[in-house]
């Protein structure tokens, strides 16, 4: 995605995330926490674009149009993490290679409020894992977890997958998975 495709899906986003919390309070008894689509952090960016090995060009895009994506109030939550949590968990090798149903080095960029996490397929980034909580042992997720699987065949079919899941709870309360 370019940068204009980018920064027309977060302000979508930003406005289904205000329909979706519109009377979330009428529908759920208590207020909606801080739904948000933070503002990209420059020098966070440019840590993450430096960060070796290399981060997939197109997450790296998606860091230069916004800062980070909370969501907890949608569904069971979803999150983009900032860049710099980004560079941080992948030059510590928190998670950084997955095995088992699927064998590929990533880069892990988001989760869900359940433990699943994302992982975008490294060096080239074109396929979205989710990793549903399992082992991870020195830095190697293994799973034969039939939910660990493809989410996403690249990371703007994710993103748009995401931004139709907030528009699917915004007008039913229901979020299908991701």
Do not use: C
């Not at 980070?68 to 069971?76: E, H, R, T």
């Not at 590929?104 to 980034?125: E, I, K, R, W």
């Not at 979205?128 to 065949?153: H, K």
């Amino acid at each position: 995605m370019d940068s204009g495709q980018l920064e027309t899906w977060r302000e979508d986003l930003r406005k289904t995330i205000a329909s979706a919390v519109l009377d979330f309070q009428d529908r759920y008894g208590y207020p909606p926490g801080e739904n948000a689509v933070s503002e990209p952090d420059a020098a966070a960016a440019a840590r993450l674009a430096a960060v070796r090995p290399a981060i997939p060009a197109d997450l790296v895009d998606l860091y230069a149009a916004i800062g980070a994506v909370d969501l907890p109030d949608v569904g069971n939550g979803f999150f983009l993490h900032t860049a710099s949590d980004v560079a941080h968990a992948h030059e510590s090798r928190d998670l950084w290679h997955v095995r088992g149903r699927h064998d590929a080095d990533v880069v892990v960029f988001a989760s869900d409020g359940g433990g699943t996490q994302y992982g975008l397929a490294m060096p080239a980034g074109s396929t979205v894992y989710r990793l549903p909580p399992d082992a991870v042992l020195g830095g190697i997720y293994t799973s034969e977890d039939p939910r660990f699987d493809v989410a996403a065949p690249d990371l703007p079919t994710f993103l748009d997958r995401l931004l139709q899941a907030v528009k699917t709870f915004a007008a039913s309360s229901t979020t299908p998975s991701l």
